[in-house]
């Protein structure tokens, strides 16, 4: 038998909070603005990824766009961090997982894509701050999901070996993150992304965090 989990670790957008649609907004109005016309399924292509690395792929197939990349990123950003206080919901189960980890003296950590200006932001929003001990992104390594980086900086940070960490999980790309990172991974899927055959790979899948109970957790990962 394997040890037990001692941390539990989030993705943030899509699992924490509803932000998908605001990022989609962001991008496509941005992208608008660049002269690319964006639609929802365009945005579902890189779900997971860091915003410097969705207006990278972006840009590799439309070289001809005429703002800067760093300028497309700040404005995405800038419209981003100006929804999540008027717009940004909690998902289901967020408060009830939260209180489940503390209960099982499991720490607690955070891993994003999102960089520190959104985290702050949507963790303000939420009133989920001071929740968390290790809070990561992954603007401060030199990949973003998949790459298992952000994952094994939250790790490190945390003092705990990956194999002992749980991460949770909305998308293909954070998925394979933290995988690849050696940790067990529950994924509560992206609605569109649902059908995605890469959630194979997941330790458990749910349709909401409520679903997360003390058998998932230790019976079923750990069992």
């Known amino acids: 038998m394997s040890p037990t989990p001692r941390a539990l ?3 943030m957008d899509g699992v924490l909070i509803d932000s998908e ?27 997971g990824l860091r915003v410097d690395e969705v207006v990278a792929y972006w840009y590799k197939r439309h070289p001809c766009l005429a703002p800067s990349q760093e300028i497309v990123v700040a404005s995405i950003l800038d ?3 100006d929804l999540v206080p008027c717009r940004g919901t909690p998902k289901p189960g967020v408060d009830e997982v939260l209180a489940l980890a503390r209960s099982r003296g499991l720490r607690l950590g955070l891993a994003s894509s999102s960089p520190y200006r959104v985290i ?32 094994l900086t939250t790790a490190r940070k945390l003092g705990i070996e990956p194999e002992r960490c749980i991460a949770v999980e909305d998308s293909p790309n954070g998925l394979l993150s933290a995988k690849a990172a050696g940790m067990k991974c529950i994924v509560v899927p992206e609605f569109a992304l649902r059908a995605d055959p890469r959630f194979v790979l997941a330790d458990a899948r749910i349709a909401e965090l409520g679903e997360i109970g003390p058998e998932l957790l230790v019976d079923r990962l750990w069992g």
């Open 9 to 11: 670790i989030f993705d």
């Open 21 to 47: 649609p605001l990022w989609h907004e962001a991008e496509i109005a941005t992208a608008g603005e660049a002269g690319l016309e964006l639609t929802p399924e365009d945005c579902l292509r890189t779900t």
């Open 79 to 81: 419209r981003l961090v």
């Open 120 to 151: 702050y932001a949507v963790l303000e929003a939420l009133g989920l701050h001071p929740i968390f001990e290790v809070i990561h992104s992954a603007e401060e390594e030199a990949r973003g999901k998949p790459d298992p980086a952000v994952y």
